[in-house]
């Protein structure tokens, strides 16, 4: 089965650095696009990034341009996100998406892990 286990969250005060780790498990993690999203409180998930199996990466949300860094390691099947110059405004449960088909002929499936909590505090 599919999983996806975050880790690397915690709390760091403004202007500090996290950087976050999605090991990936079940499936052919070099076929998958993944993303991060995250989701402050009391507003919706949005989609933070995305590196996708051609090896293009996207940063999606404008607030984190030049400031966070998608990045996978095929080999350790991992993806990362590099987040430096954290503000409060950061602040939220932060979640791994894997999206792949199961067989060609199938429509691709969006898979989550837990999340992991980032707070940026001083």
């Known amino acids: 089965q599919v999983q996806l286990v975050e880790s690397g969250g915690g709390l760091v005060q403004p202007g500090g650095s996290l950087r976050l780790s999605c090991a990936a498990s079940?499936?052919?993690?070099?076929?998958?696009?993944m993303s991060w999203y995250r989701q402050a409180p009391g507003k919706e998930r949005e989609l933070v990034a995305t590196?996708?199996?051609?090896?293009?990466?996207?940063n999606v949300a404008d607030s984190v341009t030049g400031r966070f860094t998608i990045s996978r390691d095929n080999a350790k099947n991992t993806v990362y996100l590099q987040m430096n110059s954290l503000n409060p405004e950061d602040t939220g449960v932060y979640s791994c998406?894997?999206?792949?088909?199961?067989?060609?002929?199938?429509?691709?499936?969006?898979?989550w892990g837990q999340g992991t909590q980032v707070t940026v505090s001083s």
């Open positions: 998406n894997a999206k792949f088909s199961r067989r060609i002929w199938l429509a691709p499936d969006d898979y």
């Open positions: 590196f996708t199996s051609s090896g293009v990466s996207t």
């Open positions: 079940g499936f052919t993690f070099s076929r998958s696009a």
